[in-house]
C-alpha cells in the first residue's frame, strides 16, 4: 500500500507509452502504404494520380488526431496534389474544347487552305489568344500550325490582288481576240506583256490563258504589220 501511488503513476505510463505506440503504428502504415503518393510533387504529379490522392485523403481522415497532428506536412502535400491535379483537369477540359471547336481548321495545311478559310483561322488564333498559359503551352503545335496556315493566306491574297490588278490594268487589251486586234493596239499588248513578266510566278501561273492571249495577239500584230 505504500507504494500505490507509484503503481498509479507506473500504470499511467505504460498508458501513455501504449497509446504513443498506436499513434506511431498509424503514422508509420500510413506513411508505408502512401509511400508512392506521397514522393509525388506538384511538378511531378498526373491526372492519372487522382485515385491515389484521394484515397491518401481519405485514410487521412481516419487517423486519430494525434496520428493527424503528426502527419500534418504529408497532409500539406496532398492538399497540393489535389489542387495540381484539379487544374490539370482543367487545362485539359480547355485544350479538348479548343481541339474539338476548331477541329475543321485544324485538320488544314498550307497546301489545302484558301482564302475563305481566313475568318476560321482568324477565330482560332483569337480563341487560342484567350486560354490560359498552360492551355497555350500544351497547344503549340496547332498554334504553329494556325500561324502557318494565315501566313499562306495572307500570300495567296496578295497573288489574288497581283492577278485582279494585272485584269483591271489590262482589261481593254485582255477583252481583244486575234480577230479584232489592230496594229494600233500595239503598244498596249506590249505594256500588258512587259506586266506580266513582272509579276510573280503564282501570279504568272494563274494568269497563262491571259498571257497566251496576249502571246496570239502580238503575233497576229506582227504578221499585219508585215503585209
Given at each position: 500500500?505504500?507504494?500505490?501511488?507509484?503503481?498509479?503513476?507506473l500504470?499511467?505510463?505504460?498508458?501513455?507509452?501504449?497509446r504513443?505506440?498506436?499513434?506511431?503504428?498509424?503514422?508509420?502504415?500510413?506513411?508505408?502504404?502512401?509511400?508512392?503518393?506521397?514522393?509525388?510533387?506538384?511538378?511531378?504529379v498526373?491526372?492519372?494520380?487522382?485515385?491515389?490522392?484521394?484515397?491518401?485523403?481519405?485514410?487521412?481522415?481516419?487517423?486519430?488526431?494525434?496520428?493527424?497532428?503528426?502527419?500534418?506536412?504529408?497532409?500539406?502535400?496532398?492538399?497540393?496534389?489535389?489542387?495540381?491535379?484539379?487544374?490539370?483537369?482543367?487545362?485539359?477540359?480547355?485544350v479538348?474544347?479548343?481541339?474539338?471547336?476548331?477541329?475543321?481548321?485544324?485538320?488544314?495545311?498550307?497546301?489545302?487552305?484558301?482564302?475563305?478559310?481566313?475568318?476560321?483561322?482568324?477565330?482560332?488564333?483569337?480563341?487560342?489568344?484567350?486560354?490560359?498559359?498552360?492551355?497555350?503551352?500544351?497547344?503549340t503545335?496547332?498554334?504553329?500550325?494556325?500561324?502557318?496556315?494565315?501566313?499562306?493566306?495572307?500570300?495567296?491574297?496578295?497573288?489574288?490582288?497581283?492577278?485582279?490588278?494585272f485584269?483591271?490594268?489590262?482589261?481593254?487589251?485582255?477583252?481583244?481576240?486575234?480577230?479584232?486586234?489592230?496594229?494600233?493596239?500595239?503598244?498596249?499588248?506590249?505594256?500588258?506583256?512587259?506586266?506580266?513578266?513582272?509579276?510573280?510566278?503564282?501570279?504568272?501561273?494563274?494568269?497563262?490563258?491571259?498571257?497566251?492571249?496576249?502571246?496570239?495577239?502580238?503575233?497576229?500584230?506582227?504578221?499585219?504589220?508585215?503585209?
Amino acid at each position: 500500500s505504500a507504494l500505490t501511488t507509484e503503481k498509479a503513476l507506473l500504470d499511467t505510463v505504460l498508458v501513455e507509452i501504449t497509446r504513443q505506440e498506436a499513434v506511431l503504428l498509424e503514422i508509420t502504415n500510413f506513411q508505408t502504404i502512401h509511400s508512392t503518393t506521397l514522393l509525388l510533387t506538384t511538378g511531378t504529379v498526373k491526372i492519372t494520380d487522382k485515385t491515389t490522392v484521394n484515397t491518401a485523403l481519405a485514410d487521412y481522415n481516419l487517423l486519430s488526431l494525434d496520428a493527424k497532428s503528426a502527419l500534418t506536412v504529408e497532409k500539406a502535400l496532398l492538399d497540393s496534389l489535389l489542387t495540381e491535379i484539379q487544374r490539370l483537369e482543367a487545362v485539359l477540359v480547355e485544350v479538348s474544347a479548343f481541339r474539338t471547336t476548331h477541329s475543321t481548321v485544324l485538320s488544314l495545311t498550307v497546301s489545302t487552305v484558301t482564302i475563305t478559310d481566313k475568318t476560321s483561322v482568324n477565330l482560332a488564333l483569337s480563341a487560342y489568344n484567350n486560354l490560359s498559359t498552360s492551355a497555350k503551352n500544351a497547344l503549340t503545335t496547332e498554334k504553329a500550325l494556325l500561324d502557318s496556315l494565315l501566313v499562306e493566306i495572307v500570300r495567296q491574297e496578295a497573288i489574288q490582288a497581283e492577278v485582279s490588278k494585272f485584269k483591271t490594268d489590262h482589261a481593254y487589251v485582255l477583252a481583244l481576240t486575234p480577230s479584232t486586234v489592230t496594229i494600233s493596239d500595239s503598244a498596249k499588248v506590249t505594256t500588258a506583256l512587259s506586266a506580266y513578266t513582272s509579276l510573280s510566278a503564282s501570279a504568272k501561273t494563274i494568269l497563262l490563258p491571259q498571257k497566251t492571249l496576249l502571246d496570239s495577239l502580238a503575233v497576229e500584230i506582227t504578221n499585219q504589220q508585215a503585209i
